[in-house]
């Protein structure tokens, strides 16, 4: 297969690699739409906007949809052909439209949730079914040491229902669990490299900054496109944007975490403990909870204090009184959403008849944000280059304000402090 991957820089502090998979072109670092802020970004067009307009569009060149499983779907996945159709349903569903953007699945699980050969088999087929994936991904069974059924085991299975379908050309991107023993996933990482490929996946945890150092290490200058899944947006204090940081790390593209459906089974899962560390791990996740990027007395009872927006110039999510304390009404933003107004009046978004709507502020700010957010990450290419990006990272106040709270831009830290 031919190599996709052109990495332009080599290095530990941020990198820019050129892509063409499946005939769709991208650069790094990017910012990845997860299915629930493309639809999102749909209903805005649909309610508040008279007409389509392409530039409008975030400019986000990746697309995500998130696969829940657990023990129970797993095993409907293999005895019920519904199932199967339905999940098949669900990728297609959620990936109409935006045809220049390359399509891939995240595969999200909870620890001990067992994957088999024939689980593995109907994935693949359902992720091929559905028509739109650029990429099929395939999951690590047992990065929880749960089940004797590989990473390499699942690759090989995946690749066979490929051969069979006369898919010989098509990607497989393996998903990796940074909850993983970091030894562990170091191990496996290695065995992926050694296989020459050229794509692979990872999932974002808490307190799992070994992990990430160790991913630095081995792929910083590898011609690997390496995709991170599944990041919360907000560190820090709140103010710090997380997504932005992990370019750090060698991560090239970047998607946020997306929530589980109230009620869901894997929501007190995800904390990172899914498998138990022998040494304690650091994270830019946790962090005291005592320091503030802006310290501003406000009413407590103002609903604007629970809307905040993303403002890429001095890359911080900010409250709308944080935002006037440190920038002014300014917006910083020529996004179809920014064009033309203030703060006041892209808060007032948030306001459905004179009162707070969160559901409807939660609309704008994401078309905002993933707007700015990938604008930004195409700004910063040049200085990544020629700087590096942790340099590049100092120079916004709301990291500069906060950099002795973030893993990697602490001078004094070294992947030897985190080896077993």
Not at 302 to 316: H, I, M, N, T
Request: net charge negative; with cysteine; proline share 5%.
């Amino acid at each position: 297969m031919r190599r996709a991957v052109n990495l332009r820089n080599q290095g530990t502090s941020g990198r820019i690699m050129e892509a063409e998979i499946e005939h769709k072109r991208f650069s790094t670092p990017a910012r990845v739409v997860n299915n629930v802020e493309k639809g999102l970004v749909d209903e805005f067009f649909a309610m508040y906007s008279s007409g389509v307009l392409s530039g409008e569009i975030p400019p986000c060149e990746i697309q995500e949809t998130v696969l829940d499983f657990n023990d129970s779907t797993v095993e409907k996945l293999c005895n019920r052909n519904e199932e199967v159709g339905n999940r098949t349903r669900f990728i297609s569903t959620r990936n109409k439209n935006r045809e220049s953007r390359l399509k891939i699945s995240n595969i999200r699980f909870m620890g001990g949730t067992e994957w088999n050969e024939e689980a593995v088999k109907l994935l693949t087929k359902l992720q091929i079914d559905s028509k739109c994936l650029d990429l099929i991904s395939v999951p690590d069974p047992i990065y929880n040491d749960s089940s004797t059924f590989s990473l390499i085991d699942a690759y090989e299975v995946a690749r066979e229902v490929l051969d069979e379908r006369g898919l010989d050309n098509v990607r497989l991107l393996p998903n990796l669990d940074l909850a993983t023993e970091p030894p562990d996933l170091e191990t496996r990482l290695k065995e992926l490299i050694d296989m020459g490929l050229d794509c692979i996946a990872f999932r974002h945890r808490p307190r799992t900054y070994a992990s990430a150092l160790r991913v630095s290490r081995l792929l910083s200058d590898k011609d690997v496109w390496v995709h991170l899944s599944g990041v919360r947006k907000k560190m820090v204090d709140g103010t710090v944007p997380a997504i932005h940081i992990q370019p750090l790390y060698s991560f090239d593209s970047v998607s946020a975490f997306k929530g589980y459906r109230p009620g869901g089974s894997t929501r007190s899962y995800d904390d990172g403990r899914l498998s138990p560390a022998k040494h304690p791990r650091k994270s830019p996740d946790v962090v005291p909870d005592d320091q503030d990027v802006i310290q501003i007395i406000t009413p407590p009872s103002d609903p604007f204090l629970k809307l905040a927006r993303f403002d890429a110039s001095v890359l911080g999510i900010l409250n709308k009184f944080q935002h006037l304390a440190l920038l002014g009404p300014d917006l910083n933003c020529e996004c179809l959403l920014c064009r033309g107004k203030d703060t006041h009046t892209f808060y007032d978004y948030g306001l459905d008849r004179e009162r707070v709507s969160r559901s409807k502020f939660r609309i704008h700010q994401t078309l905002h944000e993933l707007w700015a957010s990938q604008n930004e990450f195409v700004n910063a290419r040049t200085s990544i280059i020629e700087t590096g990006y942790n340099t590049y990272l100092r120079q916004k106040p709301v990291i500069q304000a906060n950099e002795h709270h973030i893993e990697g831009l602490i001078s004094q830290t070294t992947l030897d402090d985190f080896m077993d």
